[in-house]
């Protein structure tokens, strides 16, 4: 008798897929606060990057010119206040939160 043969009855699980990009209610308070920006005239283009570790919603003054600003998620940060965070072009960190919310409405954008 063979005792290295089994019988796997369950063998659904299946490997949870991780998202790589904002969320529905995430990306809606983002394009909230753009809608708003773009009827005051200060944003006029955006764009959207992703890579493994972020995805980034970048906001442009001129569709010609570099991003003004960048909303960015992190998939695995180092401690909860970097989950989102918003940079300037050349990546440097101006505000950070756990809340994407509380952190959009909180940030003076005027005076960024």
Do not use: H
């Not at 299946?14 to 909230?32: C, G, M, R, S």
């Not at 569709?63 to 440097?92: H, M, Q, V």
């Amino acid at each position: 008798m063979n005792n290295n043969l089994r019988l796997v009855v369950n063998n659904s699980q299946k490997k949870i897929e991780e998202k790589y990009f904002f969320e529905k209610n995430e990306l809606q308070i983002i394009l909230d606060l753009y809608a708003k920006m773009v009827s005051e005239g200060s944003w006029k283009d955006y764009g959207l990057s992703i890579s493994s570790k972020q995805v980034s919603f970048s906001v442009f003054k001129n569709s010609a010119e570099s991003a003004l600003y960048k909303i960015c998620k992190n998939f695995r940060p180092k401690n909860k206040n970097l989950k989102y965070l918003i940079t300037d072009t050349n990546g440097k960190i101006l505000k950070n939160s756990f809340d994407l919310r509380n952190l959009l409405k909180n940030t003076n954008w005027k005076k960024l």
